[in-house]
């Protein structure tokens, strides 16, 4: 069965660690994050993007494959499905589709706007049991081929989200999304700090978690980071790992040519990607 964030969050926050939303693509992706939450006794939170949604078919079908696939595979421990930087449209669609999170990504409209839309969805997902991640201060990375380099979101913004009634809050600490440039300046602990000193009990969020070195991420979660996203490096393991089995020609030899053959490796590598982040967050043997 599907939870909403909340329970799961506070946890984490209260037992300094974090949770790991694990963007999924199709269905081998959902099934290699799902069975080793399972095999680690780690709760865990599946994300999904518009594109990724839009690849999978909509978000009804998804909802649908991942309600299926927990009861199918006998998953127990708490799985959330959650959109990830959710236009205002798009979290009504996954209301309606059976999602238990939504991440309302308003950081690009005024913050008076951004205001007003996300008190009138915390309303709602309040009525149908839905926990609900805001954001604060744009999170940077590549767009249209410009790398921006993080932005640091205002500890008082943070606070006047947060006091909305949100459920988790994403705040731009330096992180962005995808690959980290060569010359990036690292995370900001002094932002971070002083959004948690103001937020309290918040659960935080932490995008672009692709690359951050270990010791930067166990430093977040002491200072308050309870929800860690990963996307990028699943992808790029994936990708390494099936064009493995075709530089080595495997799909040649044999029934090597069957797509469960070809696509196992890379299963297999998001499965070991999953598992080494759950160690770094913690999460394992928490659910
Ligand atoms: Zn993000």
């Known amino acids: 069965m599907l939870v909403n964030a909340k329970e799961m969050l506070t946890k984490a926050k209260a037992g300094k660690y974090a949770v790991g939303q694990f963007n999924i693509n199709n269905l081998e992706w959902t099934k290699a994050v799902l069975q080793t939450a399972e095999e680690l006794k780690s709760p865990v ?33 708490p799985v959330v499905l959650h959109l990830d930087h959710g236009t205002y449209e798009d979290c009504y669609k996954c209301i309606e589709a059976g999602f ?14 951004n205001i007003a839309k996300t008190k009138e969805l915390i309303a709602v997902c309040a009525e149908k049991n839905l926990s609900l991640e805001a954001e604060v201060g744009a999170i940077g990375g590549e767009e249209d081929g410009v790398i921006g380099m993080g932005e640091c979101a205002d500890p008082n913004e943070c606070k006047m989200i947060a006091d909305l009634g949100v459920t988790m809050l994403a705040a731009g600490i330096g992180n962005i999304h995808g690959k980290y440039p060569e010359n990036w300046a690292g995370l900001s602990f002094e932002t971070l700090d002083a959004i948690q000193q103001k937020t309290g009990e918040m659960p ?27 996307n990028t490096e699943c992808q790029i393991a994936f990708t390494a790992a099936v064009r493995e089995y075709i530089e080595a020609g495997k799909d040649l030899t044999g029934k ?21 982040k759950m160690e770094l967050f913690g999460s394992v043997g928490k659910a």
Request: glycine share 12%; with cysteine.
């Open 100 to 113: 238990s999170s939504i991440m309302f990504d308003g950081s690009h409209y005024p913050i008076e706007e």
């Open 256 to 276: 090597g040519f069957d797509p469960r053959k070809v696509l196992a490796p890379g299963t297999e590598a998001i499965k070991a990607t999953v598992r080494e």
């Open 45 to 77: 939170i599946l994300g999904v993007s518009a594109g990724a949604g839009k690849y999978m078919c909509g978000f009804k079908t998804v909802a649908a494959m991942v309600d299926a696939m927990v009861e199918s595979l006998g998953i127990t421990v």
């Open 204 to 230: 935080l969020v932490l995008h672009g978690g692709t690359g951050i070195p270990a010791d930067m991420i166990k430093k977040a979660i002491s200072l308050g980071v309870a929800k860690i996203n990963v």
